[in-house]
């Protein structure tokens, strides 16, 4: 049975599993993104030989999600603005070092995979998957395919300038937007601590919150109202049978889903559809995962959609 390793890398943690063409999580593990300080490669290298020792079958392959735009032809991050990464070609040092082929994307676009053949948009062809956690990022899923853009820079929603406020300010590639400033989850623990001086996460904002909290009331409400300028912009430009949202602010649940969805709806008169992302914690690994049989050749490619495509939750 033939086997992938999947990596997702995130600003705050790495998730990575071992999974078979069925997307079946065989093993699992995670870390922080800093475990060894800012040696980001060599805490990559460590993770994937981990698996590699784990593995009990042939790896066909090693897919990885990266925060950050990736020319995916080539594998090379071309800005990763979690690690001050610039020009970094992943694809090729993790081939050189492991002899397995390689296949690097953005994050959200790994995800994104997962959760059109084991998630949320398992019935949509058109669909956008949205992820709020240390910053904004968007995959998108047009026409049955991942749509990377011209310069592999679609859904760059992060930097989407939602107020005339953003000119006041100055974004460069290698910085954080005016939107995921406005509604990430590392956006919302900066605020909070502006407001008050205190140091607080972005879960336990939204726990203060309601618990009448008048300073986490006022960041959260802000951060829902700038989440629904953000995604209202996606369905007026894309159209798309379902916005899916995943993320560490997403673990808020349904009540977060509906708050977000009521300012969509008041924003725009469009049809819109939200949901939760379904694939979990691991989504991201799983993605990345699945990248490589996605990815291979048409053949391959179009078994393992067969194969997926009858996958049932």
Same mark, same amino acid.
């Given at each position: ?6 990596? /997702?890398?995130? !600003? ?5 599993? +071992?999974? %078979?063409?069925? $997307?079946?999580? *065989?093993?699992?593990? @995670?870390?922080?993104? /800093?475990?060894? !300080? ?5 805490? +990559?290298? %460590?993770?994937? $030989?981990?698996? *590699?020792?784990?593995? @009990? ?5 090693? !897919? ?10 080539? $594998? ?238």
């Amino acid at each position: 049975m033939p086997t992938s390793i999947g990596l /997702d890398i995130g !600003g705050t943690n790495i998730s990575a599993a +071992i999974c %078979d063409e069925h $997307g079946n999580i *065989i093993y699992s593990c @995670k870390r922080k993104s /800093d475990y060894l !300080g800012d040696q980001y490669i060599k805490n +990559i290298d %460590d993770m994937i $030989g981990t698996l *590699i020792k784990q593995s @009990k079958t042939d790896i066909r392959g090693i !897919g990885v999600g990266v925060p950050g735009t990736v020319d995916y032809d080539t $594998g090379k991050v071309v800005v990763c603005p979690a690690f001050d990464w610039k020009d970094v070609f992943l694809k090729d040092h993790i081939e050189r070092k492991f002899g397995i082929r390689a296949f690097v994307d953005n994050d959200v676009n790994a995800w994104t995979i997962a959760e059109k053949y084991l998630g949320a948009a398992k019935q949509s062809n058109d669909f956008a998957m949205v992820t709020i956690g240390t910053g904004i990022g968007c995959g998108l899923y047009l026409d049955g395919k991942i749509y990377r853009g011209h310069s592999y820079e679609a859904g760059e929603i992060g930097y989407l300038p939602l107020s005339i406020e953003a000119y006041q300010e100055s974004y460069r590639k290698n910085e954080f937007g005016y939107f995921e400033n406005k509604a990430s989850a590392s956006a919302a623990g900066r605020i909070y601590q502006a407001i008050t001086d205190k140091p607080l996460d972005c879960k336990d904002i939204f726990i203060q919150a309601k618990q009448g909290n008048n300073a986490a009331q006022k960041v959260v409400t802000d951060v829902y109202k700038y989440l629904g300028l953000g995604i209202s912009s996606l369905f007026c430009i894309l159209n798309p049978e379902i916005v899916v949202i995943g993320g560490g602010m997403a673990e808020e649940g349904q009540e977060f889903l509906d708050e977000v969805t009521r300012n969509v709806a008041r924003l725009i008169p469009l049809k819109v559809k939200l949901g939760l992302s379904k694939t979990g914690a691991y989504g991201g690994a799983v993605g990345s995962a699945l990248s490589v049989f996605y990815a291979t050749n048409s053949k391959e490619t179009e078994r393992t959609n067969l194969i997926l495509s009858n996958i049932r939750l």
